[in-house]
């Protein structure tokens, strides 16, 4: 399955390490008594230099200092330079020692850049930072140190994290801890995006997704919510069904038919503008004249589908079939 789109990255990384801000302080230095004071996302003056995230951190013996994130796909061969003249305007702005940090949740391409190290005249310069791979860590060592790190919900991007029995173990771990309520949605929203298609499918249509909603309550508008949304739009067809095969009066089966209708073309358009943006007006006069079955079988397609031609060429195969059993 391709990457996660850059944004969907950035808003899922930076939602998970805001909210494990004490954990990654205390994996950084090593201490269990730092403490985080905020954690934001900053805006900069200079915007192009703007960081991922700031964290305010304080540690009785070490005092106050600031950990600056940038979260990557690929390598950039200009982040020693922005690292540098970040470090140089949060110390003058904050007078706080700075460590910055960059999280790679994929090898990328090219060569990862080196801390800027100059020499001129006997003059030396040189800006530090830390890098944290995590396809190379191990998927089945972050599961095993259990969630008091920062890096386990990105388990799926390490080394052996796709694998079936990883995916599954990460779910079933918060899905015994509630507190994780809050990015739970995120984590399976990422973890969405990266595992197999196949696994996708399989993890959707099993017992776990189910036993996760009934603990964990999904943000309103996540991937996730709008999943089980979907699900309940399923069941509602399915009850209207079952009630059509006891005999119920025609007319009234058609009506709740148009309902249930209506219903799941409302969840498939919210599920289409999340992931290619809102319809065009010929797409939506389009999705409208489909029946229930294609409309519920293209909530599923879209997990799997990458650009609004393929959900076109999608829409073409479906119709199709469908024409082609009537006849």
Do not use: C
């Amino acid at each position: 399955m391709d990457k996660p789109p850059r944004n969907q990255k950035d808003r899922s990384a930076k939602a998970i390490l805001t909210f494990l801000g004490t954990a990654l302080a205390r994996f950084m230095t090593g201490l269990d008594d730092v403490r985080v004071e905020s954690v934001h996302i900053p805006e900069l003056q200079i915007t192009t230099m703007s960081p991922d995230l700031l964290l305010e951190v304080s540690h009785p013996a070490m005092g106050s200092f600031l950990l600056v994130l940038e979260i990557q796909v690929n390598p950039d061969p200009d982040l020693p330079y922005r690292f540098a003249t970040l470090t140089a305007h949060l110390m003058r702005k904050h007078r706080v020692p700075v460590v910055p940090v960059v999280v790679y949740l994929f090898r990328g391409r090219g060569q990862r850049p080196a801390p800027l190290r100059t020499e001129t005249l006997g003059l030396r310069f040189q800006a530090d930072f830390h890098e944290i791979v995590i396809p190379d860590l191990e998927a089945v060592d972050l599961l095993e140190r259990g969630l008091d790190g920062p890096w386990w919900p990105f388990a799926v991007f390490s080394r052996g994290g796709r694998e079936e029995h990883v995916v599954r173990r990460l779910l079933e771990v918060q899905r015994t801890r509630p507190d994780l309520a809050e990015i739970m949605p995120t984590v399976l929203n990422l973890t969405l995006h990266v595992v197999d298609s196949d696994q996708v499918r399989t993890l959707l249509e099993g017992p776990m997704l189910e036993s996760l909603f009934r603990k964990l309550e999904p943000l309103e508008g996540s991937f996730m919510w709008e999943v089980r949304e979907a699900m309940k739009a399923e069941a509602r067809a399915e009850g209207l069904a079952e009630g059509r095969a006891e005999g119920r009066a025609e007319g009234r089966a058609e009506g709740r038919a148009e309902g249930s209708t209506r219903e799941a073309l409302l969840l498939a358009k919210r599920l289409l503008a999340r992931k290619f943006g809102l319809p065009d007006p010929a797409l939506t006069e389009r999705l409208e004249a489909l029946p229930l079955e294609v409309i519920e079988n293209m909530a599923v397609a879209l997990l799997d589908l990458g650009s609004p031609e393929e959900l076109s060429d999608w829409l073409d195969r479906a119709t199709t079939g469908t024409q082609a059993g009537e006849a």
